[in-house]
């Protein structure tokens, strides 16, 4: 894909490793839009991306919000290229201790919500001819681990997702991609037992999108694995 002059929804792009990708396709001379419940954070994260950015208020759990992103992105750019599933949220603490409400809302943002944007994407992607949907997933979506059983069978749900997407977008031109990093340093972090010098980097998860998306038509990579570089 030529990125210059493609359209972009990425959703959570107002902080951490949405707001690095959408750095990154702004760098590479795309349209934007980024999405998240925050506007004021939005409208500051647009500012300093100084590129051709809209920020949209929106809760990617809510079904008219997410419309409403879309056709906002489609109507101010024309068309609409790629989405990255990238909001999401994180519950710790163990299954007996863990309250239902915090693990419906871990479901409904990190499954629910990429559900809700790849569906009301679907068609403009589909009319662009050649689509591309990132589901930030996470290693969490690989393996579980104790503590974080909310949040790994959400990211082991979208991965379940991004696989049936992948084989619907074939026929149709749109490719489906999970990205699987360990520990990222941003907000979601800021509490784990590992230092920021030791996780990956933000523009790490950003450069591997804009590698992914320079691939050639025939070429799809369904899922990339990225883990720190410590035992
Ligand atoms: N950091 C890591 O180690 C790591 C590793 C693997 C995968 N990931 C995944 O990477 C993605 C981004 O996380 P991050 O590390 O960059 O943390 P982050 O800075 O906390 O980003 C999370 C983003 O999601 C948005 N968000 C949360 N709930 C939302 C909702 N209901 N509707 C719309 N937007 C919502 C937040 O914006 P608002 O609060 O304004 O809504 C925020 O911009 C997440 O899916 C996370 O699971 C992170």
């Avoid at 037992?193 to 025939?218: K, N």
Wanted: aromatic share 6%; charged share 20%.
């Amino acid at each position: 894909m030529q990125l210059s002059g493609k359209v972009a929804i990425v959703t959570g792009g107002g902080s951490g490793i949405g707001l690095a990708i959408a750095h990154a396709f702004v760098d590479a001379g795309m349209g934007v839009a980024i999405c998240g419940r925050d506007q004021s954070r939005l409208e500051r994260a647009a500012e300093e991306l100084h590129g051709n950015v809209i920020p949209v208020a929106c809760d990617v759990t809510d079904e008219n919000q997410v419309s409403a992103l879309v056709e906002l992105a489609v109507t101010r750019f024309g068309h609409l290229d790629v989405l990255v599933n990238n909001a999401g949220k994180a519950a710790f603490g163990n299954v007996a201790d863990l309250a239902v409400e915090r693990w419906d809302r871990v479901q409904a943002v990190n499954v629910r919500g990429a559900f809700l944007c790849a569906r009301a994407a679907w068609p403009h992607l589909t009319a662009a001819g050649e689509g591309y949907v990132f589901n930030i997933s996470s290693i969490a979506g690989k393996e579980g681990f104790g503590g974080a059983a909310a949040y790994a069978t959400s990211k082991h749900a979208l991965m379940g997702f991004s696989e049936s997407l992948r084989e619907e977008g074939i026929p149709v031109g749109i490719k489906v991609s999970a990205i699987c990093p360990g520990y990222v340093d941003t907000a979601m972090t800021a509490k784990a037992d590992v230092p920021p010098e030791a996780m990956i980097r933000p523009h790490d998860i950003a450069a591997t999108c804009v590698y992914l998306l320079g691939l050639s038509p025939m070429a799809c990579v369904p899922e990339v694995v990225m883990r720190r570089m410590a035992l």
